[in-house]
């Protein structure tokens, strides 16, 4: 029986894993997931590094060599990171060809460090990108401030970019401008604007995290209407993501939008991020089930990849209850929750989240690196450390 995250794709959803490790790949599992299990592409992160590379013993004999070569803990990290992420595009490279280059995407993400950096993102994301040397990489960026011009600029350079860490309508609209932009540059001097593939990332299940926690406040200080404050739980993150596929069809069908259409240009994804399940009160499949619909990606982990295939929906779901999904938010806002606020504060501890992963990572990487035993000729085989 086919899987249910590949009959999604004849829906128009790409179920994406969000996972990567060394393991996964010289297992057969990744490719057992592509070709099994309904895999279209891979989204990594720093934590997903962080937790591979710290746990793993299948990057022991790598290290090593590039320890004793003298290599700096950041350049460590990178070649092995690259090294999976090579990998990993190579197995998702049938289905890249296959889907005409819509599908079949890695990615990986700059340095969490740079968020606040555009120019710094530009230039790590290029380097990144010649570094890894495969069609079907996608560069992740931060959708901060900083991080939405340096957007513009890779998507004008002709990379594909997956824009991380979106929360709020207003910051998905910028994200939406800075694509779009980036691509009419790219029309005006005359290049090509086909080829060119990017998703924007919108989380979701850590909306429903926070909300929650400030309704169940707002019940325990007034009992009396507690009924009324738990009964609005579960729904913000659902209906935030509804509000944002609202946003991508209207801009994507717009007067700007559809002469590059035209000239070949692709629409910039929604992917539906952070869709595993926090309340274990609500369906493990809730953040998919709920948001299957046209040109959109949902990345998910292991266990709800696992929970999709053995009962999760197959049906295109996005736009049931959207006039309901409006009056929720606002309903929200009426009750002194913000959501732009939410989200704001969402943002910055992702950024921070990413950024203590990519110290933890480079601390662990650190610590074995010293433990390397000294070569011959010196501690680093006779080879002068690269700085």
Known sequence: MEARAAQLARLGQSIWYDNISRDLLDSGELARLIDREGVRGVTSNPTIFQKAMSSSKAYEAQFADLAARGLATPEIYEAMAVDDIRRGADLLRGVFDRSGGRDGFISLEVSPKLAHDTAGTVAEAKRLWQSVGRPNLMIKVPATPEGVPAIRSLIAAGMNVNVTLIFSLAAYADVIGAFVSGIEDRASRGEPVTGIASVASFFVSRVDSTVDAALESRAKADPGNAAAWLAMRGKAAIANAKAAYQLFEREFSSARWKPLAAKGAQVQRPLWASTSTKNPSYKDTIYVDTLIGEHTVNTVPPATLTALNDHGQVAVTIRDGADE???????????????????????????????????????????????????????????????
């Open 325 to 387: 999904a409006r009056g929720h938010l606002g309903a929200l806002e009426a009750a002194g929750i913000s959501m732009s606020r939410v989200c704001d504060d969402l943002l910055r501890a992702g950024v921070a989240s990413f950024a203590q992963s990519f110290d933890d990572l480079l601390g662990a990487v650190e610590s074995r690196r010293k433990e390397v035993p000294a070569a011959p000729g010196g501690p680093f085989g006779g080879a002068a450390p690269r700085r």
